[in-house]
């Protein structure tokens, strides 16, 4: 009697059956939702400085500065901070285009402003002066102090739009933290690192 059907059969059904590396699912194909390898990859080599919001939860804003002078916009994300090179360059004397080292404190100033009014946005009117540009607004009657805060670094002129200059003036001096001086008819409100004081100008 012939074998030949029985071996064929045989093959057949060995040729129908999975390899044992084929039998194994790969991850991606077990969960159609897991990440490709790639994704892997990237994910791995991704810095992870702040943590990923939850699904349907509103991200935290970002806050936008504006340097009123030089017309650039500085972004400042939630958590995190500007490198001190960048934060010196946005803040320098428009006058002489020369950035200082700026005292750090005066971002959180910032931030703590548009935290508190619930802004996105803080307009910077004035923070470096170079000593050259004092002098030259001195002689030319304006009203800045000799030894001004602003020429240290020290010091930051802002006001946050749509909101009264009166009410972030009030802000400005419940903190505590250096010398307020409100410029009501100029629209901005000055706060600087020096000894606590207040006072007011045009």
Same mark, same amino acid.
């Given at each position: 009697?012939?074998?030949?059907?029985?071996?064929?059969?045989?093959?057949?059904?060995?040729?129908?059956?999975?390899?044992?590396?084929?039998?194994?699912?790969?991850?991606?194909?077990?969960?159609?939702?897991?990440?490709?390898?790639? =994704?892997?990859?990237?994910?791995?080599?991704?810095?992870?400085?702040?943590?990923?919001?939850?699904?349907?939860?509103?991200?935290?804003?970002?806050?936008?500065?504006?340097?009123?002078?030089?017309?650039?916009?500085?972004?400042?994300?939630?958590?995190?901070?500007?490198? *001190?090179?960048?934060?010196? &360059?946005?803040?320098?004397?428009?006058?002489?285009?020369?950035?200082?080292?700026?005292?750090?404190?005066?971002?959180?100033?910032?931030?703590?402003?548009?935290?508190?009014? &619930?802004?996105?946005?803080?307009?910077?009117?004035?923070?470096?002066?170079?000593?050259?540009?004092?002098?030259?607004?001195?002689?030319?009657? *304006?009203?800045?102090?000799?030894?001004?805060?602003?020429?240290?670094?020290?010091? @930051? =002129?802002?006001?946050?739009?749509?909101? =009264?200059?009166? &009410?972030? *003036?009030?802000?400005?001096?419940?903190?505590?933290?250096?010398? @307020?001086?409100?410029?009501?008819?100029?629209?901005?409100?000055?706060? =600087?690192?020096?000894?606590?004081?207040?006072?007011?100008?045009?």
């Amino acid at each position: 009697m012939s074998h030949a059907p029985a071996a064929l059969a045989a093959i057949a059904l060995a040729a129908a059956a999975p390899s044992p590396a084929a039998a194994a699912p790969s991850p991606a194909a077990a969960d159609p939702a897991a990440p490709s390898k790639k =994704d892997r990859e990237r994910a791995a080599k991704a810095p992870h400085t702040l943590a990923l919001p939850r699904p349907g939860a509103r991200p935290a804003k970002l806050v936008n500065l504006f340097n009123a002078w030089t017309h650039e916009w500085l972004a400042v994300l939630p958590g995190e901070r500007p490198p *001190h090179a960048t934060l010196d &360059r946005f803040l320098r004397d428009h006058y002489t285009n020369q950035p200082t080292a700026m005292e750090p404190k005066l971002l959180d100033i910032l931030l703590a402003a548009a935290d508190n009014f &619930r802004s996105d946005t803080v307009m910077v009117v004035s923070a470096f002066r170079h000593p050259k540009y004092n002098l030259l607004l001195r002689k030319k009657g *304006h009203q800045v102090a000799r030894d001004s805060n602003h020429t240290k670094g020290n010091a @930051v =002129d802002f006001y946050i739009p749509k909101i =009264d200059t009166l &009410r972030l *003036h009030a802000w400005a001096k419940a903190r505590k933290l250096g010398g @307020v001086g409100l410029y009501l008819a100029s629209g901005f409100v000055h706060m =600087d690192t020096g000894p606590i004081r207040f006072w007011s100008g045009e």
